[in-house]
């Protein structure tokens, strides 16, 4: 079974630059979240989706923008990068809405230069 | 009053050992308690998790000890081995609202022969 996929791995962009990152469930799974992870640090909560509408909002400002897509797979952007925005990116899927374990990707290693 | 804290932030322990790992919470809304182990360069993997209706669980080595009125939780790793060196994470979820997780800082575990 294939777990959660992310791509790409790495990446490196320029201070002002926009990114997408993307993201595939477990198959199955309608809910993916987002959530960020500096180094050192534990993830922090950026978005929930489920069936395609965001469900919840961590505290990040409105440069961070997702969607989700009828196969539940989903992208976040991040726009007009800074260099505080270099960290790896988790996408965590969940079968349903709330209430159910998440489970991780890999991540996207992203690093603003 | 979102914030979950962990400690200790670092551990050594002799392989055959007990590691014990500590996490408390403020929020009386939470009420879903997972651990995740970090590996460097990868996602979080879900260890085990525990809701608030049961005070012990028990998955092979792994075990959560949950106490409500003290809103503390801990894991412990029996017989501890070099393998299990990682990065541990505790993390809390409102499971009546939303699939968000709130996780604590982190404990790098490192287990010697």
């Known amino acids: 079974d294939a777990g959660v996929t992310q791509s790409p791995t790495h990446l490196i962009k320029t201070r002002g630059q926009q990114v997408t990152l993307r993201c595939s469930p477990i198959s199955g799974h309608k809910s993916v979240s987002w959530y960020q992870q500096v180094l050192g640090q534990g993830p922090q909560f950026i978005f929930q989706y489920y069936e395609k509408e965001e469900r919840g909002r961590g505290n990040f400002p409105d440069r961070f923008s997702a969607r989700q897509f009828p196969n539940y797979s989903s992208e976040l952007n991040v726009n007009a990068l800074l260099l505080g925005d270099s960290a790896l990116y988790l996408c965590?899927?969940?079968?349903?809405?709330?209430?159910?374990?998440?489970?991780f990707g890999q991540g996207t290693r992203l690093t603003v230069v | 009053q979102q914030q979950v804290k962990q400690s200790p932030q670092s551990l050594i322990v002799q392989k055959g050992g007990i590691s014990i790992i500590n996490c408390a919470y403020e929020?009386?809304?939470?009420?879903?308690f997972p651990w995740y182990q970090q590996f460097p360069g990868k996602g979080p993997a879900l260890l085990i998790a525990i809701r608030p209706d049961v005070s012990e669980k028990k998955e092979g080595r792994f075990t959560i000890s949950f106490n409500k009125s003290a809103k503390q939780f801990s894991l412990h790793i029996m017989d501890s081995q070099p393998g299990d060196s990682a990065t541990y994470f505790c993390?809390?979820?409102?499971?009546?609202?939303?699939?968000?997780?709130?996780f604590g800082t982190g404990t790098r575990l490192q287990v010697t022969l």
């Open positions: 993390a809390a979820g409102d499971t009546g609202t939303a699939s968000k997780l709130t």
């Open positions: 965590a899927s969940s079968w349903g809405r709330r209430g159910t374990e998440a489970f």
């Open positions: 929020n009386t809304a939470f009420d879903y």
